[in-house]
Nanobody
C-alpha cells in the first residue's frame, strides 16, 4: 500500500533553515507529481509547493516563493522541502502528499516550530 513517511519535527530560530523529507513506497514514485502542504494552528491546510514527476517543473504558493524549494530524488523515492529564512508565520504542520485520483495520500505530518 501507499506509504509516505516524513522526517521528524523541528524547532528552528527565525531566519534559520531546515530541510524536510518524505520517503514514499507502495507506488511508482517517479511517475507521479508530489506536493507539500502545511496547516497552521486554526487555519486550513494549504498547498505550499508541487513538483512534477521528473522534477523539472515546480509550482509554489506566493508565501513560499524565494524561500522554500521543493525537490525530489526519484532514485531514492524521496521528496524534499528546503526551507530558508524561516519566520514565525512558517510555524505549522507540514504534510507531503501524493494524488492518485480518486484518492489522495498523506504523510503523517511534521511539526515545524519557528521560535527564538
Amino acid at each position: 500500500q501507499v506509504q509516505l513517511v516524513q522526517s521528524g519535527g523541528v524547532l528552528v530560530q527565525p531566519g534559520g533553515s531546515r530541510r524536510l523529507s518524505c520517503a514514499a513506497s507502495g507506488f511508482s514514485f517517479s511517475t507521479y507529481a508530489m506536493s507539500w502542504y502545511r496547516q497552521a494552528p486554526g487555519r486550513k491546510r494549504q498547498l505550499v509547493a508541487r513538483i512534477a514527476s521528473a522534477g523539472v517543473n515546480t509550482n509554489y504558493a506566493d508565501s513560499a516563493k524565494g524561500r522554500l524549494a521543493i525537490s525530489r530524488d526519484n532514485a531514492k523515492n524521496t521528496v524534499y522541502l528546503q526551507m530558508n529564512s524561516l519566520t514565525h508565520e512558517d510555524t505549522a504542520v507540514y504534510y507531503c502528499s501524493n494524488s492518485q485520483p480518486p484518492r489522495d495520500y498523506w504523510g503523517q505530518g511534521t511539526q515545524v516550530t519557528v521560535s527564538s
